[in-house]
């Protein structure tokens, strides 16, 4: 367990050296300070807006963008892997697949993860003057989908050594388990009753309104821990391939 653990932080370390050595910190922090100027403009146009409502509409605006972000961090996991041909390196290293996918899947997250609660502390608490707990329990949500985004993007990259398909595959995911739910009228039981479930955006709702849903918490986790299996098993497909 410990030597596991101890791979998965060198591969954590490793994809933190080639984040720091790529264009994506300056254009982080470029995404980071134009979405705060679109939140600025939503809160100044709010004026006769509760601060309820203020925070529920800025939750949301952060929900689609988490999800942008999401993927725009991970999309590039094994996709620049395969471009530099450093994956079969990685795979004649003791590294087991599992180890690789949770490595760069806490790399990104842990920076979407940041980003997200410094968005949070500006606006959410500070400027929009919201309670704590609805403060708390919106990070926690939005940290959720963050995590299911970067299992869909990191699941997307495993197929392929294009960036542009990378982003649609994980673009077609996102929206398909976004409405999934409405289509459940068309099918017959029992899909109907598991597409029932698949709107991601209600199971994200009750976060913004200071509620901790076990039902929400479990569908977002669900999704990570279901997507990060996928890539696993589609690096071990390629691994056995050679390719």
């Known amino acids: 367990m410990r030597d596991s653990l101890k791979r998965i932080y060198?591969?954590?370390?490793?994809?933190?050296?080639?984040?720091?050595?790529?264009s994506l910190p300056p254009l982080s922090i470029g995404i980071l300070a134009f979405c705060c100027g679109?939140?600025?403009?939503?809160?100044?146009?709010?004026?006769?807006?509760?601060?309820?409502?203020?925070?529920?509409?800025?939750?949301?605006?952060?929900?689609?963008?988490?999800?942008?972000?999401?993927?725009?961090?991970?999309?590039?996991?094994?996709?620049?892997?395969?471009?530099?041909?450093?994956?079969?390196?990685?795979?004649?290293?003791?590294?087991?697949?599992?180890?690789?996918v949770i490595g760069k899947f806490l790399l990104n997250f842990s920076i979407l993860g940041v980003l997200l609660f410094l968005m949070q502390g500006v606006y959410i608490f500070w400027i929009a003057e919201t309670p704590m707990y609805m403060t708390a329990t919106g990070l926690i949500g939005l940290w959720l989908?963050?995590?299911?985004?970067?299992?869909?993007?990191?699941?997307?990259?495993?197929?392929?050594?294009?960036?542009?398909?990378?982003?649609?595959?994980?673009?077609?995911?996102?929206?398909?388990?976004?409405?999934?739910?409405?289509?459940?009228?068309?099918?017959?039981?029992?899909?109907?009753?598991?597409?029932?479930?698949?709107h991601a955006l209600d199971q994200f709702n009750p976060f913004t309104r200071g509620i901790l849903p076990l039902q929400g918490t479990l569908f977002f986790g669900g999704l990570t821990v279901l997507f990060l299996f996928f890539t696993v098993r589609v690096l071990e497909s390629r691994r056995w391939r050679g390719n």
């Open 10 to 22: 060198w591969v954590y370390l490793k994809e933190l050296a080639s984040f720091f050595g790529s």
């Open 145 to 198: 989908v963050a995590m299911y985004a970067t299992s869909v993007g990191i699941f997307a990259s495993s197929f392929t050594e294009s960036h542009l398909i990378s982003l649609l595959i994980a673009t077609g995911i996102l929206v398909f388990i976004d409405i999934g739910g409405y289509l459940a009228g068309l099918l017959p039981a029992p899909a109907r009753d598991i597409f029932s479930y698949m």
């Open 38 to 100: 679109f939140v600025s403009v939503i809160l100044a146009s709010t004026d006769r807006a509760t601060y309820e409502q203020v925070t529920v509409a800025i939750f949301y605006i952060f929900y689609i963008l988490t999800l942008g972000a999401g993927v725009f961090l991970s999309m590039s996991a094994f996709v620049n892997e395969r471009r530099q041909g450093t994956l079969e390196l990685l795979y004649s290293l003791p590294i087991s697949d599992l180890e690789l």
